[in-house]
Nanobody, 119 residues
Framework: QVQLAESGGGLVQPGGSLRLSCAASGSIFSRATTGWYRQAPGKERELVASISSGDSTKYSDVVKGRFTISRDNAKKTVYLQMNNLKPEDTAVYYC?????????????WGQGTQVTVSS
């Protein structure tokens, strides 16, 4: 199991920026696909962005052009740079890793970090 620790959430005004970080334990990180999900009150958890072990990225349409996902394998950390934040970006943001070992797929989640966009 991979332990994940998110940081960087907080309160920001509309139009502002935040950078989320997610530090992972263990040695599997460089071979894992990592991602950020979010869950707003009363809504289902949704994918925000993901980055594969080969650095291929995917973004949800609502954040494309505003958010950037990146990873540093040496630090076993994935980042989410969020610019031009909007009130509708308010949610708990969760870090996720998924990976394969011996033909089995595994998935781990962080505990989440709150992002609130409000004036």
């Amino acid at each position: 199991q991979v332990q994940l620790a998110e940081s960087g959430g907080g309160l920001v005004q509309p139009g502002g920026s935040l950078r989320l970080s997610c530090a992972a334990s263990g040695s599997i990180f460089s071979r894992a696909t990592t991602g950020w999900y979010r869950q707003a009150p009363g809504k289902e958890r949704e994918l925000v962005a993901s980055i594969s072990s080969g650095d291929s990225t995917k973004y949800s349409d609502v954040v494309k052009g505003r958010f950037t996902i990146s990873r540093d394998n040496a630090k076993k950390t994935v980042y989410l740079q969020m610019n031009n934040l909007k009130p509708e970006d308010t949610a708990v943001y969760y870090c996720n890793v998924n990976y394969w070992i011996g033909g089995n797929r595994y998935e781990d989640w962080g505990q989440g970090t709150q992002v609130t966009v409000s004036s």
